[in-house]
């Protein structure tokens, strides 16, 4: 009989340990939606809440920012002339101990420059870390690493052909 309890002991902590898992995973999964959507829709008062105050931000080769104030700042300035639209997807999230995790994210992001009419379809990914805090899930480092990078104007595209 008691080894019967004591397995039902073990599965009960299994459960409640995969559980415990899967919500840390689903608050890192949503952290980082709510940053691409922030982004996208330019609520950059809300996206303030996605990062840690020392966090980190490497959006390319020259531009590494260091603190929650500068990526914010460098995120205001620079996305207000675009419209976005990021995809993230497939996410491999890995937690590392109770409050600290690391994720990698395929992205798709098609944006418009609204001042150059110019459009941009980027592919790539995401590397991140994230740190619990105060039971929240943010964003302490973010890396994009970008595998293609078209560029087209927008003044000569055609309308697509439609569909009868």
Known sequence: ?????????ARVRLLEEGYREMRNIE???????????????????????????DAVADYGPRIKLQGRAAI????RQTMAR?????????PEIDITSEDTARG???????????????????????????????????????????LFRETWDRESRQEPERAP
Not at 2 to 7: A, H, L, N, Q, S
């Open 72 to 75: 914010l700042d460098f995120l």
């Open 82 to 90: 675009f419209t976005c639209v990021h995809h993230g997807h497939n």
């Open 104 to 146: 990698t994210w395929a992205l798709y992001n098609y944006m418009i420059d609204n001042r150059a009419n110019r459009g941009f379809r980027i592919g790539g990914f995401y590397y991140d870390e994230y740190a619990k805090e105060d039971g929240q899930w943010r964003i302490r480092s973010t890396r994009e690493v970008n």
């Open 1 to 9: 009989m008691t080894t019967e309890v004591w397995d039902l002991d």
């Open 27 to 53: 608050g890192i999964r949503r952290v980082k939606y709510k940053y691409w959507r922030c982004l996208d829709t330019k609520a950059f008062d809300e996206l303030a809440d996605c990062f840690t105050q």
